[in-house]
């Protein structure tokens, strides 16, 4: 039985009606479901902390979907019930004795103020009022009316954008073999998906030191050290509790945007892991830490699976992709140079890191600048200059000995620019899951176009001369 059907089957019809009510009012488009906005407004009348109230959404949306149906949100009701008399809300409280059928309502601060005067807004008009608006219509033109919408409500614009791929593209992508030739169809998961950082760069150039800076704590699983440590690929994402899961269960999730990843065999899963722990920046972002890129003798040795294969998948599917750079290691080796080709098409996602810049002065810095510049612009091939933040992105108090009071002050303004470029990041996730598929159908209608008539054109000659 499902934690849903279990909290409704243990609630009883008195108090059932009371939460219908109370759904009605919290669902303010009225589609039956209850997502993250309403329900924090509603949620948050019961006075229950913010860390509280996450524990709460956490176990009522057991299955992520993002919304709370009427089930879950008896349960989310049920549970609030039991913090307000003092219990600590954990997963195992489903299974403890707790006579859940008799359990009273949570204190709700204003519910009742505000029931009032919703259902004094939503009774009918005087008969008086009610003949003047039909007299006022008798005049209006036909052609002013409005015409009632077909289409139902949409709970959010990812909601919207999943019923209109459904509807109106996936259609066109089985009719031209899309999905066969240029990228699988689009899943739930991939709209639900958060936003997602990935990190490149060789190995100790401090990847995932600026993944632990960012969220001021280390992610499960994570190593440190000047060797390379991080011989995976690592998704840190939000979850209820701190856990790894091995790549081979992420990647058959149905709630998580894996599932390609298959293609890339057994030996890839291997290394590959998803880190989940609950912190407020992962709500907003998912982070791909990467493992170090080979350079020197070490490139003889060959990966047991399609390395640059791996990122140009997570690079189509990424929002923002951080090349880092230290300024003792700026050469770009044959594998970085042919993962770094890899990312072409996803130029305007491209950002350059000089991390640890402290290290050095300000003269060495300049020439560091420099001949970073210079390399990149043998592989990158595009006539922008890319744009490179400058800074030491670690817990560490900056080195002043060496970057002065005026390295200090420029690395600061490069950290804020950098945040403010992570902030942006959620805003044009949605614009760019709506641009990026059209273009690609563009391309691939030609092709297809094209092989088709070559195809006509060949029976068609062969008919001619037979």
């Known amino acids: 039985m499902e934690i849903g059907s279990a909290s409704i089957a243990r609630c009883s019809k008195e108090h059932q009606k009371i939460y219908q009510s109370w759904f009605s009012y919290a669902d303010s488009d009225g589609d039956g479901r209850l997502t993250g906005n309403d329900a924090s407004k509603f949620f948050s009348l019961s006075n229950l902390s913010r860390q509280d109230l996450k524990q709460v959404w956490a176990i009522a949306d057991s299955r992520r979907q993002g919304y709370l149906g009427f089930k879950e949100f008896i349960l989310a009701i049920q549970l609030t019930s039991l913090a307000q008399a003092g219990h600590i809300i954990t997963s195992d409280i489903l299974n403890a004795e707790v006579d859940f059928e ?24 005087p008969n008086g009022s009610q003949m003047q608006s039909y007299t006022a219509s008798w005049f209006s033109s036909s052609k002013s009316a409005k015409v009632p919408s077909s289409s139902a409500p949409v ?8 019923k209109l791929y459904v509807k109106k593209l996936k259609p066109l992508e089985v009719t031209y073999k899309f999905n066969d030739f240029v990228s699988p169809a689009l899943a739930n998961s991939d709209f639900d998906a958060k936003p997602m950082v ?75 892991e998803c880190s989940q722990m609950p912190h407020p920046l992962l709500e907003h972002i998912t982070f791909v830490d990467t493992p170090g890129v080979l350079s020197g003798e070490k490139q003889r040795t060959q990966r047991s699976y399609d390395f640059t294969g791996v990122i140009s998948w997570f690079a189509m599917k990424c929002d923002l992709i951080l090349l880092l750079f230290d300024p003792h290691k700026l050469d770009i080796s ?31 810095l300049m020439r560091v600048y420099g001949a970073l510049m210079w390399s990149l612009g043998k592989v990158l091939n595009t006539p922008e200059v890319n744009r490179v933040y400058i800074g030491s992105f670690n817990d560490k108090p900056i080195n002043t000995a060496s970057a002065g009071p005026l390295g200090k002050d420029l690395f600061e303004k490069e950290q804020n620019d950098l945040l403010r470029d992570l902030k942006d990041i959620p805003k044009k996730a949605c614009d760019r899951r709506v641009s990026m598929r059209p273009v690609s159908y563009y391309e691939h209608t030609l092709i297809y176009f094209m092989l088709a008539f070559r195809t006509k054109s060949k029976r068609f000659s062969h008919f001619l001369f037979r």
């Open 334 to 364: 044959d594998e970085f140079k042919r993962v770094i080709e890899s990312l072409r098409g996803h130029d305007d996602k491209i950002r350059v890191v000089l991390n640890k810049a402290d290290q050095v002065d300000t003269q060495q």
């Open 198 to 272: 990935m990190l490149l760069g060789q190995y100790s150039t401090g990847k995932t030191t600026f993944i632990k800076h960012l969220m001021g704590s280390n992610y499960p699983g994570a190593h440190i050290g000047p060797e390379p440590t991080t011989d995976r690929f690592v998704v840190v994402m939000n979850g209820p509790d701190e856990r790894s899961i091995p790549g081979n269960t992420v990647a058959v999730q149905a709630n998580m945007p894996f599932n390609g990843l298959t293609t890339f065999g057994s030996s890839f899963l291997s290394k590959f």
């Open 155 to 162: 709970t959010s614009i990812i909601d919207g954008l999943k």
């Open 102 to 125: 008799n359990l009273e309502p949570p204190a709700m601060e204003g519910l009742d103020a505000l029931l009032r005067k919703k259902k004094r807004h939503s009774d009918p008009e």
